[in-house]
């Protein structure tokens, strides 16, 4: 686990700056603070931070192949790295160190641009070919590793956070309006898109190859939904069974110590379940709560740790809600407006005081079907033959229901009003659609800041969900937040539950084997029950909450009042000030729960004098 900068210039160009690549590396430090490493020759500068977790002591990057010509820098683990070596040896390679990364560069000598669709594991790879002078740049299959790149006609940057361009000497930090609509939206930038303007995220299963001043991406991997599997139920669960078992297992290669989050649910238990079934010594797990009960799984989580015999380590905070703000939007590196990253962060922290790398349940909920929003679309979608209903509910929205239930009627209304996929598009959505609109002053299709094949999109209405969440949900936001909030700890996080093998399968199940009696994850909920107590299998979903809307009438308070009044933030003008002081005084009078816009705004003014500002760029350098 790593991070990696550098850029390429463009042929006929002066040679690249070496001091400007080690500036890029400074600024990622927390990403790898146990070593660093630099190439640059007359075109090329390749920079990496590693945090050391396999070959510790020979493990240095870059990696090279015998005479130099090829030089590589990732970040990541290749979890079949050593399958990949005994192969590798067999054709005639020789190795001179025990690292996964040296066998990418040697899988790249032997197969070329093929090789990364044989590596199984996360990672975001920088390859500077000198025979070809070509540089190649490639993500994982579901994006656990972020990597950016801007393609500036005379040279293209890459690196995995924003953090390192802001290093390089012309680069000009301004907002992408597309970028800014899709953040209000939906509380996250949706990929390709980056909130700088001329910045783009590789898509995750792609590759990019820079050449002679141009560039060419390509797909290596694709998520299929069909063919359907035939099995019997019986069958499917047995192999289930094993392909979770291998996730794990294969994940468990570390040279330093680890564990496991622990939150209590189905999909954290039944990885540390399987964890437990593989290592001599209790499993290590960290779980964090708050004070407030409706936030804390502590309990939960607890249960579980006594059941498998882990070595439990937990943390009821209070947190210092105004200085954790600060600390997320400067290592979230985009606006970002779930404020789950804020519980992420400090279960993080508490992890990293005992172990270096941490396995997680992250991927479930789309992998096997378990968001419940799933169940209420398709649920909606039948309601929606009857065409009168959208208007009777859109009617209903506006009596005196509670909050929460006066907004999912409105959310109902709306989706049954449009079609697949802006309809359940409108349901994962941050911001309601009026909501956005005012705070940016029109009313446009704040639905189309995510790219939809529409062409490709599967059949059944529950894979068209999943491949929507799997294309951005998922890469823009749930992996964002723990790969930041992880790293912010130098700590590596790993998600078994998006081994590519096992995604394939689960969305190949016919859809009654992920969904059955009102409730997503059936088969799952089936084969984990061989490792967990019944009470985890019937846990109804509670997520990462933070008590965000008690927090803006309470800690909050005064700092989004003064922001929203600032002169800065009227002056700069990247949402509706007028709007936007509303939702806080509409909230403060308890009309609505409007904290979640709140947060949404108050992450994006944070985020510009952090990244836009002079100041804050003076200071970052």
């Given at each position: ?17 070496p ?28 920079g ?44 005639g ?9 040296e ?10 641009e093929?090789?990364?669709?044989r590596l ?9 070919d ?27 940057l890459?690196g ?15 907002v ?6 899709g ?6 930038v ?8 001329g ?7 792609h ?12 797909s290596y ?22 392909l ?32 437990a ?6 499993v290590k ?18 249960r579980?740790a ?9 943390l ?10 600060e ?14 990253a ?16 941490a ?28 065409k ?16 929460r ?47 939809v ?29 723990v790969?930041?909030m ?11 539950l ?11 199940l ?6 059955r009696?009102?409730r ?13 107590p019944?009470d985890?299998?019937i ?36 949402v ?11 909230h403060?009078a ?32």
């Amino acid at each position: 686990m790593c991070g990696i900068a550098g850029f390429v210039v463009a042929p006929g160009q002066a040679p690249p700056l070496p001091e400007t690549g080690r500036r890029m590396n400074a600024a990622i430090m927390h990403r790898g603070p146990d070593d660093d490493g630099y190439f640059c020759d007359e075109r090329a500068v390749l920079g990496m931070r590693r945090l050391s977790i396999i070959d510790v002591a020979g493990g240095h990057q870059p990696m090279h192949n015998a005479d130099g010509s090829v030089q590589l820098v990732f970040n990541g683990e290749i979890y079949n790295y050593r399958e990949l070596r005994a192969e590798l040896s067999a054709l005639g390679h020789s190795f001179y160190s025990q690292s996964d990364s040296e066998v990418i560069v040697q899988a790249y000598m032997a197969w070329g641009e093929d090789c990364f669709r044989r590596l199984h594991g996360m990672f975001a790879i920088a390859l500077w070919d000198r025979r070809s002078q070509a540089l190649l740049l490639a993500r994982d299959r579901f994006g656990e590793k972020p990597l950016y790149y801007a393609d500036q006609g005379n040279r293209v940057l890459f690196g995995s956070e924003l953090k390192s361009f802001l290093q390089v000497p012309g680069f000009a930090p301004r907002v992408d309006p597309d970028a800014l609509h899709g953040y209000v939206a939906f509380g996250y930038v949706p990929s390709p898109h980056c909130i700088l303007a001329g910045v783009r995220k590789l898509a995750p299963g792609h590759y990019l190859r820079y050449q002679d001043g141009r560039n060419n991406i390509r797909s290596y991997y694709r998520l299929e939904f069909a063919p359907p599997l035939r099995l019997s139920e019986a069958e499917a669960r047995e192999e289930l069974a094993r392909l979770l078992d291998q996730a794990v297992s294969s994940r468990l290669v570390s040279d330093v110590p680890f564990g496991a989050f622990l939150s209590g649910g189905l999909d954290s238990s039944a990885v540390v379940a399987l964890m437990a079934q593989h290592m001599s010594q209790p499993v290590k797990t960290f779980t964090i709560g708050f004070r407030e009960a409706a936030f804390n799984e502590i309990e939960d989580a607890r249960r579980v740790a006594r059941y498998l015999g882990t070595d439990h380590h937990e943390l009821v905070v209070e947190p210092d809600a105004v200085a954790l703000i600060e600390k997320l939007v400067w290592h979230l590196d985009e606006p970002f407006a779930d404020a789950s990253a804020l519980p992420t962060y400090l279960v993080a922290q508490l992890a990293s005081g005992h172990v270096k790398m941490a396995l997680s349940g992250d991927g479930g909920d789309e992998t096997f079907a378990g968001y419940g929003r799933y169940l209420k679309y398709l649920k909606a979608e039948r309601l929606g033959l009857f065409k009168p209903l959208a208007a009777s509910v859109a009617s209903a929205a506006g009596f005196a229901f509670p909050g929460r239930y006066r907004r999912r009627l409105r959310r109902i209304g709306e989706s049954l009003r449009l079609r697949f996929p802006e309809s359940y598009l409108s349901v994962v959505a941050l911001t309601r659609r009026e909501h956005a609109a005012a705070l940016l002053g029109d009313a446009g299709n704040h639905y189309g800041a995510i790219a939809v094949d529409r062409e490709r999109m599967p059949a059944h209405s529950l894979d068209r969900m999943v491949a929507i969440d799997f294309a951005s949900y998922l890469p823009d936001d749930i992996l964002v937040k723990v790969d930041r909030m992880t790293m912010a700890h130098s700590l590596e996080s790993r998600a078994p539950l998006l081994d590519h093998r096992l995604v394939d399968f689960a969305v190949r199940l016919p859809p009654h084997l992920r969904v059955r009696n009102g409730r997503g994850k059936h088969l799952f909920r089936e084969v984990a029950a061989r490792w967990l107590p019944p009470d985890v299998l019937i846990k109804r979903k509670q997520g990462f909450a933070v008590p965000l809307a008690a927090w803006f009438r309470g800690p909050l308070r005064e700092l989004a009042s003064d922001l929203l009044t600032s002169t800065a933030f009227r002056t700069r003008g990247l949402v509706d000030a007028q709007a936007a002081e509303r939702c806080l005084h509409d909230h403060l009078a308890g009309v609505d729960d409007l904290s979640e816009p709140l947060w949404l705004i108050l992450s994006l003014e944070l985020w510009a004098r952090r990244f836009l500002d002079a100041g804050a760029l003076a200071a970052a350098a």
